[in-house]
């Protein structure tokens, strides 16, 4: 049973370049979260899908922000023009439809951005 | 409102020496799920346990276990003869009822095991 996978795991970007990030969960796990994390944080919450719906976005994702899960499979995170404070670990996570499991999230490796 | 705290920044333990990482959460919901992750240096957070709000049991999983006091707000970690492997980030998290399950996490403590 493989875990999440998150490509790339690094990005070097230009600030005001547009960057996506993909996320695999899970096979079968039909919830998918993206979180960012900077340093010496715990990560924060962005946005939730339950297969390809989605259903909550945190008011730290700006208009800058889009993500999609098209069939409810793989995941991607579109950052648009890129600033400096965006520079982070972006983290997805996927959690099962099993209603005893469907709280624990299993994280991928995530993909740290960093923009100069 | 939701909220995690984890007071201990660093903590700094030579190997064998038993360690309790600290938790105190706030919420109004009278069902949530608290939960522990380990963050060692690769990044990867690993999930090591979930409990109920209504279930204050405590549970032991090896040199692992957990402290849930509902009168508190507590949801302490005890890592018993620490090892130089635990040496990582750990994070307590929150999920309450009224939420679309997205986790709440405490800023983490840095527990340092020294050989």
């Known amino acids: 049973d493989t875990g999440v996978s998150q490509n790339p795991r690094h990005k070097i970007t230009k600030r005001g370049q547009n960057v996506t990030f993909r996320c695999d969960p899970i096979s079968e796990h039909n919830r998918l979260y993206w979180y960012r994390q900077t340093l010496g944080q715990g990560p924060e919450f962005l946005t939730y899908?339950?297969?390809?719906?989605?259903?909550?976005k945190s008011r730290l994702l700006s208009d800058r922000f889009s993500a999609e899960r098209p069939k409810g499979s793989f995941s991607t995170l579109e950052i648009q023009r890129t600033e400096q404070g965006d520079s982070a670990m972006y983290l997805c996570?996927?959690?099962?439809?099993?209603?005893?499991?469907?709280?624990?999230?299993?994280f991928g490796p995530g993909t740290r951005l960093t923009v100069t | 409102a939701q909220k995690v705290t984890q007071a201990q920044t660093e903590i700094s333990v030579v190997e064998k020496e038993d360690v309790t990482l600290d938790c105190v959460y706030e919420?109004?919901?009278?069902?949530?799920?608290l939960f522990w992750y380990k963050q060692p240096p690769s990044g990867e957070l690993v999930f090591l346990i979930r409990?109920?709000?209504?279930?204050?049991q405590n549970e032991i999983s090896g040199r692992y276990s957990w402290n849930f006091q509902k009168s508190t707000s507590s949801f302490n970690f005890t890592i018993t003869a620490s090892q130089v492997v635990d040496s990582a980030v750990y994070f307590c998290a929150l999920i309450y009822s009224g939420s679309a399950r997205q986790l709440t996490f405490g800023s983490g403590t840095q527990l340092t095991v020294l050989p």
């Open positions: 919420t109004r919901d009278t069902t949530y799920y």
């Open positions: 899908f339950q297969n390809e719906a989605q259903l909550e």
């Open positions: 409990r109920n709000s209504f279930d204050e």
């Open positions: 996570a996927s959690s099962p439809e099993a209603p005893r499991k469907s709280y624990e999230q299993y």
